[in-house]
């Protein structure tokens, strides 16, 4: 493993409002370059350590270093104009249209109008937006898409470092999912220092390189990669928060790619009376008799072991479902394979062979 | 309108005095309004806290507001009579009006003003300054654009109040559309009256139609 450089250091930080301790004592150091997320439950301090960084909230005592600097050593707007901050709602400003919200940072700084129009154009596709989005005003755009031009916005000041408050838990599930995996593949070319803060331990375990889990009170109960956490927790605490799925959510980690896949015109349907329907080479839910019943969860080929066995769980004929990107169909998993295949994994695991 | 084809000057004339008295109140007004509406409303706090003002601030709020109210309760007739007393100046002059109603118009627009800038969403000013705006710009570029369609609304129940009232003056010899209602009760002329009442209530229309559509322009945005 080589040797991580720390973006940002915090160093016996705290936060009291009156004799309420907010964060007690956080001593926590953020690699450059990778995901770390902030996890807890609510009033855990995780949203007051982030807006610490950028000193939207001025911390009581301590210190925080900014690559190396003390972030207390400039104005507190340079030291925001040099990092990009995405806010849960999206937070932007409904007088400017979509192209000018994304400039306000560069503009801020004194880049020219033309340079930070172009700039922004470029970034509206770097999120996955049209063109067309530019003369747009916030109030045109869906939640999803919105939240898209904020990732835009905070990436337009070029910074190393971007802080991202909740961005997701405002839309719904499915544009969460969308957004979740548009940033993933933002970072694997764009390589930016992020904190992200969130509630949810399954965004916590997808998006982050390192998962910081905060516990009431304001102090750190474990800090390391999403492996490490699930596979041992550090005190009750966490193994409480990390919870009921742990199970299920160590097998995010295990590919699903060496499930054996059966093939829909096999000889002898092995699936008994149920039948695929399949329209277009999509799946269109199971026949039995006369019924047709509505499908489960899919398995998109090359996913990861969690998918394919609740493929194979929410299966009304509990044969999974295996289609390839584009949603067509591509052959059926057998529960057992999958059990199978979680069981090598588990051996895997702790070295063992079978 | 025989009488008003024979007047026609006069009553031009006299449009021209009323909206000048009309508009130059509520010009200087606003741009005294705003500013203590502004100070009223005290530093906002950003962020999720929902408890935006001290105690201090509520006082201070609830002090600005109600003298305001207070100062709009005061006669406009006795404001007029007050003014030569109080400023040095001839009983008709203009002056006179453009103090007395300007007063008028800080007395309501004061209110209008911190409802306004009460619209503006607490987290649109929070990224404002979490993407480095400076308390003076973010005020300019942010706050007072975001406030100008709850301004407006309160800036035209103003300049139509206003247009009203400016024929008051009439009373006291200050020239403007009321010296018709005045001019025509002493001598008898039904037709000054009713043009007088029909030039005010166009004056009125046309200018709030033309504060709309500068609220309109300036507020595109919304519409959009």
Not at chain 1, 257 to 275: F, S
Not at chain 2, 62 to 78: C, E, F, K
Request: proline share 4%; hydrophobic share 45%.
């Amino acid at each position: 493993m080589s040797v991580l450089n720390n973006a940002i250091e915090f160093k016996s930080v705290f936060k009291t409002y009156g004799d309420n301790t907010v964060v007690d004592n956080l001593n926590l150091s953020i690699p450059e370059g990778k995901i770390t997320v902030f996890v807890g439950p609510s009033g855990c301090g995780k949203t007051t350590s982030l807006r610490m960084i950028n000193r939207m909230v001025e911390y009581t005592s301590g210190t925080i270093l900014v690559n190396g600097e003390d972030n207390t050593a400039r104005p507190a707007h340079e030291l925001r104009r040099s990092m990009g901050y995405v806010l849960q709602q999206a937070g932007l400003m409904p007088h400017r249209t979509i192209v000018d919200n994304i400039s306000t940072v560069p503009r801020l700084n004194g880049v020219s109008a033309r340079q930070a129009k172009s700039q922004a154009l470029e970034l509206l596709n770097t999120v996955g937006l049209d063109e067309s989005f530019a003369k747009r005003y916030p109030s045109q755009l869906s939640g999803g898409q919105a939240q898209r031009v904020g990732v835009a916005r905070a990436l337009a000041s070029e910074s190393s470092i971007l802080l991202m408050d909740e961005p997701f838990s405002a839309v719904d599930p499915v544009v969460r999912a969308d957004l979740q995996k548009e940033l993933l593949r933002l970072q694997s070319t764009l390589g930016r220092t992020i904190i992200f803060v969130t509630h949810d331990m399954d965004e916590a375990i997808l998006l982050g390189d390192y998962v910081a889990v905060f516990a009431r009170g304001g102090r750190i109960a474990q800090f390391g990669t999403p492996e490490e956490i699930l596979r041992e927790p550090a005190d009750d605490f966490v193994a409480s928060f990390v919870g009921r799925d742990r199970g299920m959510r160590r097998l995010t980690f295990a590919s699903g790619a060496d499930v054996p896949i059966h093939p829909l015109d096999a000889q002898q349907t092995p699936w008994q009376q149920w039948q695929l329907n399949v329209e277009d080479g999509r799946p269109a839910g199971w026949r039995i008799d006369d019924r047709v019943i509505p499908g489960g969860s899919l398995f998109v080929a090359g996913g990861t072991l969690r998918d394919a066995l609740d493929s194979v769980l929410s299966s009304p004929s509990g044969w999974g479902v295996v289609v390839n990107e584009q949603g067509q169909v591509l052959g059926l998993l057998k529960s057992d394979d999958v059990l199978e295949a979680t069981e090598r994994e588990r051996l895997n695991r702790y070295g063992v062979s079978a | 309108m025989n009488w008003l084809q024979s007047n026609l000057q006069h009553v031009g004339e006299l449009t021209a005095l009323h909206l000048l008295q009309s508009i130059i109140p509520v010009i200087i007004g606003t741009i005294i309004a705003v500013p203590i509406a502004r100070f009223a409303m005290g530093r906002r706090r950003d962020g999720r806290s929902t408890e935006r003002t001290t105690s201090a601030g509520k006082l201070r709020r609830g002090l600005v507001i109600n003298s305001a109210a207070l100062l709009y309760t005061i006669p406009s007739l006795a404001l007029f009579v007050l003014m030569p007393l109080v400023l040095g100046t001839s009983i008709t002059s203009l002056l006179n009006v453009y103090v007395a109603l300007t007063l008028y118009v800080i007395a309501m627009m004061v209110r209008s003003a911190v409802d306004a800038f009460d619209s503006v969403s607490p987290v649109t000013l929070e990224a404002a300054t979490a993407m480095g705006y400076r308390t003076t710009r973010r005020f300019w570029a942010v706050e007072l654009p975001l406030a100008v369609p709850v301004m407006i609304a309160g800036l035209r129940v103003a300049l139509v109040s206003n247009i009203s009232m400016v024929s008051v003056g009439a009373v006291i010899g200050i020239q403007s559309l009321g010296t018709l209602f005045t001019d025509g009760l002493r001598r008898d002329l039904p037709a000054e009256i009713i043009t007088g009442i029909v030039a005010t209530v166009l004056l009125a229309l046309v200018l709030d139609r033309l504060l709309a559509l500068l609220g309109s322009f300036l507020t595109r945005w919304r519409t959009a």
